[in-house]
């Protein structure tokens, strides 16, 4: 299967982004059965943090939602939709879903952050605090390709081994990671933190990232990679805007997993019972 992260440099027009997304869609060679994977926030990003609720849909209705579907369907791939703001009951707050369309158009999955970024970050903005108009999830979500079963994870979810250790328990071969990674975190982290999640639980891990200036002056990283289970990079988009590609090798996976067998040499997964002394 070929892993497709288009890389963005998104703006505070939610118009200008599709757009965008629609045109490296159609450029795209091979894009039929495929993966193609948008980073977070790729529909608004760079304006004030209150335009996710006016711009938020109920799940399964809107504008935006059918835009996506319709893009899916018209290429035959799987769409994985970075991060969306969804409508809650009390219009509050958000929920900052990733939403996922097969390739006959249908919503086939969605997986709410877990982990919300509120943190402190020696740059031009300082202080992020997601929880103030974001509403985190509380399940992990996985959908199943003829490649294989794919797993979902948001951003600074990939600073928590513990949800990628659980998804690959579900059977996740191919965990992918839509992001904003500032940055600072990310020229310290994003390739070790990929790179180390692929290599402890021997899947293949794709990455796309926001990349750039933008209009609020918040700056990301970019460096959309897709990684393999030995930890090799397969493509760095570097800090370049547009679509880049790898085709991920079934094989290579059984290989790794056949020659160093670490799920069955885990004596700290489920199957064992872990007694503490005090």
Not at 38 to 51: N, R, V
Not at 150 to 179: H, K, M, W
């Amino acid at each position: 299967m070929r892993v497709i992260n288009i890389q963005m440099q998104s703006v505070p027009d939610v118009d200008a982004n599709l757009t965008f997304v629609e045109a490296q869609m159609a450029a795209c060679n091979d894009i039929q059965g495929s993966l193609v994977l948008l980073p977070e926030c790729f529909a608004y990003f760079g304006g004030p943090d209150g335009m996710n609720l006016k711009i938020a849909e109920d799940l399964g209705h809107g504008p935006v939602q059918t835009r996506l579907s319709a893009l899916a369907k018209q290429h035959r791939c799987y769409l994985v939709a970075g991060s969306f703001p969804i409508a809650t009951e009390s219009g509050k707050r958000f929920k900052p879903m990733c939403l996922v369309f097969s390739p006959e158009g249908k919503r086939i999955c969605e997986y709410q952050k877990i982990h919300l970024f509120d943190v402190e970050v020696a740059d031009g903005t300082k202080q992020y605090r997601e929880s103030d108009s974001a509403e985190p999830g509380e399940m992990l979500a996985c959908f199943d390709t003829p490649w294989g079963r794919v797993g979902l994870a948001i951003c600074y979810d990939l600073r928590f081994a513990g949800l990628f250790q659980n998804l690959t328990q579900q059977g996740a071969e191919l965990i992918v990671l839509p992001s904003a990674f500032t940055q600072t975190t990310g020229a310290a982290h994003w390739h070790i933190l990929l790179q180390a999640r692929a290599i402890e639980n021997q899947v293949f891990v794709a990455g796309c990232n926001q990349s750039g200036v933008h209009e609020n002056g918040r700056e990301t990283y970019g460096h959309s990679l897709v990684v393999d289970p030995w930890g090799t990079i397969l493509i760095d988009a570097k800090e370049e805007i547009g679509a880049k590609g790898a085709v991920i090798d079934k094989d290579s996976l059984k290989a790794v997993r056949r020659k160093m067998p670490v799920s069955t040499h885990n004596r700290f997964n489920s199957r064992y019972v872990s007694h503490c002394k005090h």
